[in-house]
Every structure is written in C-alpha cells, then in structure tokens.
C-alpha cells in the first residue's frame, strides 16, 4: 500500500475539530455555564462530539477514511485496511493535531481551561467508585461499538451510502450520552493525550489508551472477519 502524506495531514485537521470543539464544549458546560455534570452540560458535551466526528467524517472521509482515533488506526492497521506505514503516520499527525487543538485552547481559555484540565478525562467517577478496573472496562465496551458502528457503515461496501457521519457521530453521540458521568467518555488515546499535554494532567491516563485500544481491536477483529470480509467474498 502506497504511504499518503495528504491523508495524514487530513487526520491531523479532523482530530485537531475534535480535540478543540470536544473540550472546548466540556470547559463551556463546566465552568463558564457553570452546570458542572448537569443534564444540560452532558448533552451540550455529548452534542458537541457527535456533531464534531459526525461533519469530519463527511469532510474528510473520502480523503483519509476519518478515523481521528488511534484506537480506529489500529484495528484498520490489523484487518489490513490501511498499511502499517500509513498507520504509523495515521496515529502520529491525529496525536500533533489533539495537541495543537489543545494548546489554542489554552492560549484562548487559560483560566477557565485550567479548571477542567481543558477537558482531559479524569479517570473513572464516583459512579464507579473510581475503581480503575471498572473505568477500564467502560472504555473498552464503548469504543467497541464505536468501531462496531465504524466498520459495519464507513466499511461494510453493502452499507447504505452517505450516512457514516450521522451514523458515526450519533453513535458518538449516544456513547458520551451515558459515558460521560462514568468516565468522561474517551473512546480515544488522541482526545485525551492532547489535553493532558497541555495540563499536566495524567492520572489514570493508561485506562484511556489500554481500554479504547482493546475495544476497538475486539470489535475490528469481529466486524471485518464475520461481516465485512463475508460480504466482499460475496461480490
């Protein structure tokens, strides 16, 4: 497979809307609405993300796939989607763009940003009696539909064209929805590594690479070898 400079750069600007307008959302509902965790904050957050992944996968899907996640990377790396070469270039332009979204926002909202850790997840809640094993486990159950939902519209070659991003990001959507009040919905090594950069903040940091990387790689391993591969046997 031929390395793509251009779709790397292309994940670099996707995962850079994620990274800005995702935290930047969780900085708004949490400190200049004031709301904290409340139900108006949870979806102001959970909207924020969904529309963020769902209009980047109509912008750049074409281009470079849309992955924005090294926990998608990996299992297209895996199932031979992508080569390694690309993969590699793939994880490392999403990491620059998460930590270049991430700087900007501590150059616009240095107080308030600072407050929240500019929207760096902070490990498994109280709801979870911020047991590390269960913010794990979270993670790995949302991210594997997550990359379910990837593989079976932006994949599957019978899936209905032209609805990945409102399928991606309402499923983005959904997955902050109930994710959010346990462990700040991550589903993404990129999302959380740019503001922790910026922040200094790293507790409980490992759960949000360990725990996306293995849902999504389940769920690649599942969908490409039981759903997808069957259907392109089939043309």
Do not use: C
């Amino acid at each position: 497979m031929m390395v793509n400079p251009r779709a790397w750069f292309a994940e670099s600007i996707a995962t850079f809307a994620l990274v800005f307008f995702g935290p930047l959302s969780v900085i708004l509902a949490a400190v200049v609405f004031d709301n904290r965790l409340s139900i108006e904050g949870i979806i102001m957050i959970s909207l924020a993300h969904g529309a963020a992944i769902g209009l980047m996968v109509y912008t750049f899907g074409h281009i470079s796939g849309a992955h924005i996640n090294p926990a998608v990377t990996i299992p297209m790396i895996i199932t031979k989607r992508i080569g390694i070469k690309d993969g590699i270039g793939y994880i490392a332009f999403q990491l620059i763009g998460a930590v270049a979204a991430a700087f900007v926002l501590m150059m616009i909202l240095p107080g308030p940003g600072a407050q929240v850790h500019f929207g760096t997840q902070g490990g498994p809640s109280a709801l979870l009696g911020n047991d590390a094993m269960a913010g794990l486990g979270v993670e790995i159950i949302l991210t594997f539909f997550l990359v379910t939902v990837i593989f079976m519209t932006a994949v599957h070659k019978k899936a209905a064209s032209g609805f990945a991003g409102i399928t991606i990001g309402g499923m983005i959507f959904l997955l902050h929805l109930v994710g959010v009040p346990l462990t700040g919905a991550s589903m993404n090594p990129a999302r959380t590594f740019g503001p922790a950069v910026v922040s200094g903040f790293w507790e409980f940091h490992w759960i949000y690479w360990v725990g996306p990387i293995i849902g999504g790689i389940i769920a690649g391993l599942i969908m490409n070898y039981v759903f997808v591969k069957k259907a392109e046997q089939e043309a």
